[in-house]
């Protein structure tokens, strides 16, 4: 025969047994969650501030340097194989030119961006012609030019 008490205290520790699996699953999902957000969503052109807010420690694919943002657009548009990674374009100042530059991805190491680097099927850019670049420098060359 089960007593209030005792059914009480099932139920609390079923409870209990509940939460600490939901809080499990939060753990787990969440560093998944920050980073699915801080990379971006695949295809999408993002801006000099989203390259910005990307870590200073990780790394990314430099593709082109082209010479205004109507031609990245236009090569972002007619490169179907960009569509598996976030891409991003910054301006800078060169010379007294101002130069377009277009990235692809977000990586943890210049491993994994190498690795990347080498697997890429692009119409209009040779794997060999991909740099691989560490963010703290493109945030260094995106602080110099205003952008816009």
């Given at each position: 025969?089960?007593?209030e008490?005792?059914?009480?205290?099932?139920?609390?520790?079923?409870?209990?047994?509940?939460?600490?699996?939901?809080i499990?699953?939060?753990?787990?999902l969440?560093?998944?969650?920050?980073?699915?957000?801080?990379?971006?969503?695949s295809?999408?052109?993002?801006?000099?501030?989203?390259?910005?807010?990307?870590?200073?420690?990780?790394?990314?694919l430099?593709?082109?340097?082209?010479?205004?943002r109507?031609?990245?657009?236009?090569?972002?548009a007619?490169?179907?194989?960009?569509?598996?990674y976030?891409i991003?374009?910054y301006?800078?100042?060169?010379?007294?030119?101002?130069?377009?530059?277009?990235?692809?991805?977000?990586?943890?190491?210049?491993?994994?961006?190498?690795?990347?680097?080498?697997?890429?099927?692009?119409?209009?850019?040779a794997?060999?012609?991909?740099?691989?670049?560490?963010?703290?420098?493109?945030?260094?060359?995106?602080?110099?030019?205003?952008q816009?």
């Amino acid at each position: 025969m089960v007593n209030e008490q005792s059914l009480s205290g099932s139920m609390v520790s079923s409870c209990a047994r509940y939460a600490c699996c939901a809080i499990g699953m939060l753990a787990l999902l969440m560093p998944l969650l920050v980073k699915a957000k801080q990379f971006g969503q695949s295809g999408q052109l993002h801006d000099a501030q989203w390259l910005i807010r990307q870590s200073d420690q990780a790394f990314t694919l430099q593709l082109v340097t082209l010479s205004s943002r109507q031609q990245v657009e236009r090569f972002a548009a007619g490169e179907p194989g960009l569509k598996d990674y976030p891409i991003a374009h910054y301006r800078y100042q060169k010379q007294g030119r101002l130069l377009y530059v277009m990235t692809l991805g977000v990586f943890p190491d210049a491993f994994s961006a190498q690795q990347v680097k080498e697997s890429l099927q692009l119409k209009l850019v040779a794997p060999k012609d991909a740099w691989v670049r560490p963010l703290d420098e493109i945030h260094a060359q995106i602080r110099t030019t205003l952008q816009l």
